[in-house]
């Protein structure tokens, strides 16, 4: 620890690092960076607490790219007898023209090229398989 | 008194854009908060990383300690997310690295030692303490 000042100001410091690529990095989770200082004035002492909740969480980013990889896998359009077949009802507020594509198929692409691609909508809701009656899921806001 | 939490990235073994700071504070006689309000926010922030209430004011110990007794206090708290293969939301390329540093800095000797730590509940947390500096007494 060394002697630390900046003009007429006493300062403190103290820092970490959170390794987010490579070796050594931060597992996920929470963690809380706290910092406190109180000084000694000459009428007054004032103190400040400081904190700052850190998550390292899934990286995000992936997920809007398995997103839109899901969405490309089901407008190239997989058998649709298959996607019946193990896609349930998907609730009303879902009913449009793209819907998700299960993990399985979105790993049927190639990640370079689905992120390249754009994505398109899906054929008319005839080819879809038939909606749950109306009102018996969500709230179609 | 003044005090933030600087943030800054690293990539490629370089500083990658420019350090930002939130928390920050200019505390001075008539700007305070509530003593209260002051315990009530460390242990709430604390609490995050708890199971439970109860262990969370043992945990904002440290912190009290060192503000317990000032005329005026002043507490802040943010949260933030980073991603596990360097997404930071502020930055357009990943990053490998975020070092967070806590700082206070005020024309009046320090009444006491000032500190900052880092608490986990993880099993096997994994960061890198960076040191401390601090200004002597005069």
Known sequence: ?141 | MRSHIGIGYWAAGQPAGDPWFINEVDAHPGVEDAWDKITAALAAVYAVIQTGFAGAPALAKPLMDIINGADYAVERHAEHFWGDDGWAGNMSDPVDAVDLWFRAWSEDDWNGRPGANVQTDLANPNFQDLGERFSARR
């Open chain 1, 1 to 141: 620890m060394s002697a630390f000042q900046r003009g007429d100001d006493n300062w403190y410091e103290h820092g970490f690092r959170f390794v987010l690529r490579g070796p050594g990095v931060a597992p996920l989770g929470k963690y809380v960076l706290g910092g406190a200082a109180k000084d000694d004035g000459w009428f007054f002492d004032v103190a400040v607490a400081s904190e700052v909740i850190i998550n390292i969480v899934p990286d995000p980013r992936h997920m809007a790219e398995a997103q839109a990889i899901m969405a490309t896998v089901v407008a190239a359009g997989p058998p649709a007898a298959k996607a019946r077949a193990v896609q349930p009802p998907l609730p009303a507020r879902q009913r449009t023209g793209v819907r998700l594509a299960t993990l399985a198929e979105a790993r049927t692409v190639p990640f370079a090229n689905a992120a390249a691609r754009p994505l398109v909508a899906q054929p008319p809701p005839a080819a879809q398989p038939a909606p749950p009656p109306s009102g018996s899921q969500g709230n179609g806001s």
